[in-house]
């Protein structure tokens, strides 16, 4: 019976690549997050992530699937928004 080998973490995203992805991202947010009527199908936000994904991967430690980039905005966004609800809410740096 062959032994598996554990299974190894990616490397963090470095500065590169995360400006990378919040340049691109913003610049298709229309498309990626838009609600109602005029919203993309999920196949042209699928080609929208595929573009994303190849212009970070050049900046990349190591290759990124678009499930990690998609997994690193949502990140992004969640850092950022507990930040401001914790200044918003007079709890900031002592």
């Known amino acids: 019976m062959a032994e598996e080998s554990p299974k190894r973490r990616k490397a963090n995203f470095n500065e590169a690549e995360t ?20 919203r993309a199908s999920p196949g042209q936000k699928r080609r929208v992530w595929e573009l994303i994904r190849h212009k970070v991967n050049p900046v990349a430690a190591c ?4 499930e990690d980039l998609k997994k690193r905005w949502r990140d992004l966004k969640r850092r950022d928004r507990s930040k401001l609800c914790r200044l918003s809410q007079g709890g900031g740096p002592p």
């Open 63 to 66: 290759p990124r699937d678009v």
């Open 19 to 38: 400006e990378v992805l919040i340049e691109q991202v913003l610049k298709h947010e229309q498309l990626l997050f838009a609600a109602g009527p005029g």
